[in-house]
């Protein structure tokens, strides 16, 4: 556990490791175990406060700083971030459960957006824009929006930050963070990466806390914070937006999703059932925004993909994060393992079959954990709970279809339009399907997701603005555009 003693345990405020005003602290459990990692600090509005004008008086030389400076920060945080990556990735597992060697990928995907908004923060170019009058010059600049609010989830506890704190920083904005209360131990050693690389005081603050109301409602009502960038929920995610409409402050959201994967007969079938398998259990045991939620099989190789898909599922181990060989580990708590039992066992009653799995996993080693068996249903309809709703976890509905037109209409057929899949041969199919699935992100014959040069977002109820790619750095700037008469 020395990873864990190492991580600071205070707020970030200013540059200096504080306790919480009220001098409380919450505890992190292990979901594998349900026992305390460690203790952290437990804020409250006050700390927010704190740390917003701190990161305000921040805001007033870090906007000043040529894009360069900036960008050597990235470069040093992405060469440290990397050098404790296997720290870094044992410590996601202990607060978080998914497993070790699956948390160090992460940590080292994380990493990544440090070293693109390095470069991003040298390309946020501006326009000369053509005049109407010859003794006009026109020109179009972009500039830092201001003081950054960061609220992120628990499920990518070191990607999530920096993906929306490295496009921040590269910008010239400064930044608020309130991670979630089940993953603070990554985040707040995260921000120790970048004290150590010199990062001046103020232009990172961490707030870790319990309860995410009150220090969501400071943020929203505090005219110092110009942006909200949020990654959770929808239903958090409304919340916000509705919330900043008062003071009109800019949101980027991404949210929840319902992913279609649509294999077509034509498709290279072993690699469609190895991407299936992929993108729906070895990532965080399904608790992803972008794992399949609903496979749409066509009914001619159906049979045969289903069997194969149900014999991969049946060889998938499942336990400690800390186990050698494991690929799905616990659920993060109770509440998500209970969700995942509803929708199973509702399925289950209005018809749906268990091919394997089918319930939470509680004798032995897995007592005292929120593990729960990777399932495959079957005779699964559209209507269904676990078809409707984003399923968060390793729990997958392989739905039939006959025609191209059909899976279309039905995959689209959801408020969520983040991620979706598909697997065949036929180029004209690809542009067609690609160019009709009403979702952010389309993978065909690819189920490993989106990487950093691609913007990642979501269309409908998925999401508001873009993370990663060149765009994912203009949600961070404002447009002002200079109109100069010459002088005579
Ligand atoms: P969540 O409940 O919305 O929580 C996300 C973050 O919001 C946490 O830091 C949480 O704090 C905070 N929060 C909750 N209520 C709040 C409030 N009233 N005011 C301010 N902050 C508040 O979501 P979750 O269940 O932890 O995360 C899973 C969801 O995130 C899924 O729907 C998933 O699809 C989505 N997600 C989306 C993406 C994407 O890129 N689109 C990526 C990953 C996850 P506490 O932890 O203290 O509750």
């Known amino acids: 556990m020395s990873v864990v003693k190492d991580v600071p345990k205070q707020l970030l405020i200013n540059g200096q490791w504080v306790d919480a005003k009220s001098g409380k602290t919450f505890e992190v459990p292990n979901p594998a175990t349900g026992e305390a990692v460690a203790a952290v600090a437990d804020g409250g509005a006050e700390d927010a406060r704190s740390a917003i004008r701190s990161a305000h008086e921040a805001f007033k030389s870090w906007s000043r700083t040529s894009p360069i400076e900036r960008s050597r920060y990235l470069e040093k945080a992405f060469k440290l971030m990397s050098d404790r990556r296997d720290e870094l990735g044992q410590l996601i597992t202990f607060e978080n459960g998914k497993p070790v060697e699956e948390a160090k990928k992460e940590v080292a995907f994380a990493v990544g957006y440090f070293d693109w908004f390095a470069g991003e923060a040298r390309r946020i170019y501006g326009e000369l824009i053509p005049s109407n009058v010859a003794t006009r010059r026109l020109w179009m600049i972009r500039q830092p929006v201001g003081v950054v609010a960061a609220i992120t989830p628990w499920n990518f506890p070191a990607t999530m930050i920096t993906r929306k704190i490295a496009p921040a920083l590269a910008a010239g904005c400064t930044v608020v963070l309130k991670p979630a209360e089940q993953t ?117 190789i159906a049979d045969r993909f289903t069997q194969a898909f149900v014999e991969k599922v049946k060889a998938i181990k499942v336990g400690s994060g800390f186990e050698p060989d494991v690929i799905v580990g616990p659920l993060i708590n109770k509440d998500t393992l209970d969700k995942v039992s509803g929708l199973v066992q509702a399925a289950v009653k209005q018809g749906a079959k268990v091919a394997t799995g089918g319930g939470p996993l509680k004798e032995g080693a897995f007592a005292k954990g929120y593990f729960y068996a990777p399932t495959v249903l079957l005779n699964v309809t559209d209507d269904m709970g676990v078809s409707r709703e984003e399923i968060f976890g390793p729990v997958a509905p392989i739905l039939t279809f006959q025609t191209e037109q059909e899976v279309v209409e039905r995959a689209n057929k959801t408020n969520y339009g983040l991620a979706s899949y598909l697997f065949t041969k036929d180029l004209g199919r690809v542009f067609r399907i690609a160019e009709a699935l009403e979702y952010g992100l389309v993978g065909v014959n690819d189920a490993a997701g989106y990487t950093h040069e691609t913007p990642f977002g979501g269309f409908k109820e998925s999401g508001l603005g873009r993370e990663g790619g060149k765009e994912g750095i203009d949600e961070y700037t404002e447009v002002k555009s200079i109109v100069v008469n010459l002088p005579k």
Do not use: W
Request: aromatic share 6%.
């Open 184 to 300: 603070p131990l990554t985040a707040l050693a995260i921000a120790k990466i970048l004290q150590d690389v010199g990062l001046p005081p103020g232009v990172l603050n961490v707030v870790t806390n319990l309860y995410p109301e009150e220090i969501g409602q400071e943020f929203l009502v505090n005219p110092l914070v110009r942006k909200v960038a949020f990654t959770g929920s929808t239903e958090v995610g409304k919340l916000l937006m509705r919330g900043a409409a008062d003071q009109l402050k800019r949101v980027s959201l991404e949210l929840g999703g319902n992913a279609p994967f649509i294999v077509f007969e034509d498709a290279d079938f072993d690699a469609a059932v190895e991407g299936a398998v992929g993108i729906k259990y070895l990532r965080v045991a399904g608790q992803s925004c972008i794992c399949a939620n609903r496979i749409y099989v066509h009914e001619s």
